[in-house]
């Protein structure tokens, strides 16, 4: 017997290599072997031929894998395409390099529209973000087209911050005379990157298209009356009703109650994103200290940015949101040494009694407070404070309430849980401290804790959604 069984000599047991190197030296040979057309089988015609390997274009672009016949020797004419542009992106697929150089610009553009034909969006993407960089006031127009053409959001975006940081001088040139649209130039106009003087200018264009675009409002009102007005009214013939305009203004300055419901296109508050804004607090260490802090997380950065702090002190406050202005009533606060509350609203009229830990809300543009607690026992009052600037008793709740949870559903008002009656219908648990919001039909009431007889809280860690249609509370995760 010349061997040993390997039954014998060898563990059963399995074990996976893995060749971390094997798509790159697979690549490598491919990479060696196109240059001289070793084992290519494909080739591609634009002006001259290229031949190159049929799986590696079809691993690379989903339209070479719909566009090559199935014959032996495949070939595949790319009609109107430049084969300088065609030899970059296919030495890109073997190579992973792509040199960009600013002195060759038809280079570029040559091989971005190869690229998009092909579907190649990782080479669409590195020209895209190559030519943001590379916008200055002598190509800006010829890339915004070209975004235009192939739908580039990323570039075109980019041009647009570069013709609002630029727009006092570039509005001006005869490039951005003769080739800006009307819409362009109002869309420009409508927004908050270009000053309100510089706006005015271009009034002499067209003068009725692009009064409508303006943000009057956020002139201040010594300006609007003193200087715009004036001129406003000088250029523009009667028809343009320059009056309305003005006198909408002036009742905006002087309804400073009404703003949030008096939003308009022209009103409305110029935001370039959204952001989560957290407002003051208590901090448990040292010694329940309160704070005035505002800070705001940029969906960009997604860093905390802090903003203009607080009148005072707070805690315990609620917050409600209409038109993009933050409303906050009611508080907490030690700011005289003791325990006080406040009955404040900012921008609003005071509530009746003070209040903390309630539930705040607009609904139909009325403020609406329902709940909370005091000096006095706990409240189940339901206050409103619409356009007149003062606040009413409305029907109050089936029981004193507060530490509860709201939301706005189709017009309705939804209340759960609270500190005394925190019942979860789901789990039959007290719930209180919670947080509910709304998307379209379901009610979603996410966290919050729980307080067995008054001896310890518990995280509530599960969120439900609520159905008011069919009455039915249902597990989220």
């Known amino acids: 017997q010349t061997g040993v069984s390997p039954a014998y000599k060898i563990s059963k047991s399995s074990k996976l290599y893995h060749w971390a190197e094997s798509s790159t030296t697979v ?91 092909l579907r190649i969006w990782t ?13 200055s ?73 692009v009064l409508e675009h303006l943000h009057f409002p956020f002139i201040p009102k010594n300006d609007l009356l003193l200087c715009v007005k004036l001129v406003v009214c000088l250029l523009l013939p009667k028809e343009a009703n320059c009056e309305g305009f003005m006198e909408e203004t002036v009742c905006y300055h002087n309804s400073l109650v009404a703003q949030p419901a008096m939003q308009t296109k ?13 407002m003051s607090d208590e901090v448990s260490y040292p010694f329940g200290k309160h704070n005035d802090t505002t800070w705001y997380l940029g969906t960009k950065s997604w860093q905390w940015v802090k903003e203009i702090p607080l009148p005072a002190l707070w805690s315990y406050h609620c917050v409600a949101v209409l038109g993009g202005f933050i409303i906050i009533g009611g508080s907490f ?36 407070a329902t709940g909370g607690w005091n000096e006095n026992p706990d409240l189940s009052s339901v206050e409103t404070s619409p356009k007149i600037n003062s606040c009413s008793y409305m029907a109050g709740l089936p029981r004193f309430t507060f530490d509860h949870a ?16 925190q019942v979860d219908p789901f789990h039959k648990t007290w719930w209180g401290c919670h947080g509910m919001c709304s998307l379209e039909d379901p009610i979603h009431s996410f ?12 995280d509530v860690l599960s969120i439900q959604a609520y159905r008011p249609q069919c009455n039915q509370w249902t597990h989220m995760a």
């Open 27 to 117: 690549l490598q040979g491919l990479n060696e072997w196109h240059p001289c057309g070793l084992f290519c089988d494909i080739v591609l015609v634009a002006e001259q031929c290229m031949p190159a390997h049929c799986n590696l274009l079809a691993a690379c672009s989903d339209y070479l894998t719909t566009s090559m016949p199935c014959s032996p020797w495949k070939e595949v004419e790319l009609i109107s395409a430049s084969y300088i542009g065609l030899k970059a992106v296919v030495d890109f697929l073997y190579g992973g390099e792509l040199m960009l150089d600013s002195g060759n610009i038809v280079y570029i553009l040559e091989t971005l529209e190869i690229a998009h034909l």
């Open 123 to 135: 080479v669409v993407d590195f020209y895209c973000e190559y030519l943001e960089q590379e916008v």
């Open 137 to 209: 006031k002598d190509i800006y127009l010829y890339l915004q087209e070209l975004a235009s053409i192939y739908n580039f959001r990323w570039l075109d975006a980019s041009i647009l911050g570069f013709i609002l940081s630029h727009f006092s001088t570039l509005s001006f040139t005869p490039d951005f005379l003769q080739n800006i649209s009307m819409q362009k130039l109002c869309m420009h106009l409508s927004s908050s990157g270009v000053h309100w003087n510089v706006a005015l200018i271009w009034l002499t264009q067209q003068l009725e298209w």
């Open 266 to 278: 022209c009103s409305a508050l110029c935001i370039e994103e959204e952001h989560l804004v957290f």
């Open 333 to 368: 606060s030690r700011d005289n040494g003791g325990d006080a509350m406040s009955n404040l609203v900012y921008r609003y009229g005071p509530t009746e009694p003070v209040r903390v830990d309630f539930y705040l809300a607009y609904i139909e543009d009325m403020l609406v």
């Open 406 to 421: 709201g939301t706005i559903c189709k017009d309705f008002m939804y209340v759960s849980g609270d500190h005394k009656y």
């Open 447 to 458: 966290g919050g804790s729980n307080d067995q007889e008054g001896i310890r809280y518990l």
